[in-house]
């Protein structure tokens, strides 16, 4: 089970309107998500991994010793939430150590996982694995074997696998479906589709692949009083609006029906 801990103006389905220095004009929500999030994986007794955005931690340094204080794992979602492939290797060198760093004096102990934000590591940046592995990650979990119109690597690896730069890739799920890859590692899906069908689509993909599934969320993604960005685009308003208000119940169903733990363990990552 992981988290992406940002907010909802990070997302990068919203980056055409909000750029990193309009963020301070918007009141943060992610602390009190984050913490609601944390309640509903203690009553469900479910440890997870939060990839957690830099800036997010420089502002709310207590809601990261509190994440990790309740057994879950801490990894990095780089600081400014910028696509890696929009980014220099010195860019990128540098938004990832700033984030780590932070985490690491918060926490007391090493991070050694990553997440590129918008699963932004393919084709075109493939050295960004070296330079996770010279920043000592031990995993990533960056690539999304889907076509889709901001990220997507269809014909990588589909399951957790060592890469040549001494790191693990740790892809998001994906289902062979009539001849498709289809994405079925959580985000707006999830919030789409009946609960009963990723039940289905979760329970196919193990059965089928006999690979540990992982399943991604946001806190925002249960947060139905955010306020509503009207001069997104429409397919982003419908991405990032959908079935707000029931998430949480599905979520709640998710972790009961399927045994969770962080990436760490699962993938046994040390
Ligand atoms: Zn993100």
């Known amino acids: 089970m992981t988290v992406d801990v940002e907010d909802f103006f990070h997302v990068s389905a919203f980056d055409s309107i909000i750029k990193p220095e309009d963020w301070d004009q ?161 985000g707006g899906y999830f919030r789409l589709y009946p609960y009963k069908m990723t039940r289905m689509l979760v329970n196919r993909y193990l059965n089928q692949e006999k690979q540990p599934y992982s399943f991604y969320f946001h806190p925002w993604e249960i947060d139905g009083e955010q306020p509503r960005l009207t001069n997104a685009p429409l397919k982003s308003r419908f991405r990032h609006y959908i079935n707000l208000d029931k998430t949480e119940a599905k979520l709640e169903r998710l972790l009961a029906d399927f045994n969770w733990s962080t990436m760490k363990d699962v993938y046994g990552v040390a």
């Open 26 to 186: 918007y009141k943060p929500r992610v602390d009190a998500n984050t913490r609601r999030l944390l309640d509903v994986f203690a009553k469900a007794d479910v440890k997870s991994t939060f990839f957690v955005l830099g800036w997010v931690a420089e502002l709310y340094p207590q809601l990261i010793k509190d994440i990790h204080a309740q057994g879950h794992e801490i990894a990095s979602h780089g600081y400014a939430h910028r696509r890696a492939y929009q980014q220099t290797r010195e860019e990128l060198t540098a938004d990832i150590i700033r984030s780590k760093t932070h985490l690491e004096d918060l926490i007391g102990e090493p991070v050694i996982g990553y997440r590129a934000p918008s699963f932004s590591i393919g084709y075109d940046n493939e050295w960004a694995f070296e330079v996770l592995a010279e920043l000592k990650f031990k995993y990533s979990s960056s690539t999304y074997p889907v076509k889709h119109d901001l990220y997507g690597t269809p014909d990588w690896p589909r399951f957790a696998y060592q890469r040549p730069e001494n790191i693990i890739e740790i892809p998001i799920p994906t289902l062979k479906l009539m001849g498709k890859q289809v994405p079925i590692g959580g």
